[in-house]
């Protein structure tokens, strides 16, 4: 049986300041801590709200960074997906 770890709560706020501001990717802290990346992603989750946790600085603008140019694949693909259709439509008419 696998015994549980415990972490001491200022150990989870300093795992979540790695992330929020030093602009650590999770699964990056979670290896260099040691840490199962699913326990940090739930610290993030449980801490990242409270004062002094929201992102801020160069891990902000990182974080931001990243979701932008998650949505910007998205949208293209979806524009993508969406000129192919015309075409075929477009065939189908004539």
């Known amino acids: 049986m696998v015994k549980r770890r415990k972490f001491a709560r200022d150990f989870k706020l300093s795992a979540v300041q790695l992330v929020n501001q030093k602009g650590y990717t999770p699964s990056e802290a979670a290896k260099s801590l040691g840490v199962d990346p699913s326990c940090l992603y739930a610290w993030i989750e449980k801490f990242g709200s409270q004062p002094g946790q929201a992102p ?3 891990g902000a603008l990182q974080a931001e960074v990243r979701q932008l140019r998650r949505d910007n ?3 293209v693909m979806e524009r993508d997906i969406l000129k192919k259709a015309a075409v ?4 189908e008419q004539t």
């Open 56 to 58: 801020a600085g160069e």
């Open 88 to 91: 075929y439509f477009a065939k």
């Open 73 to 75: 694949a998205r949208l």
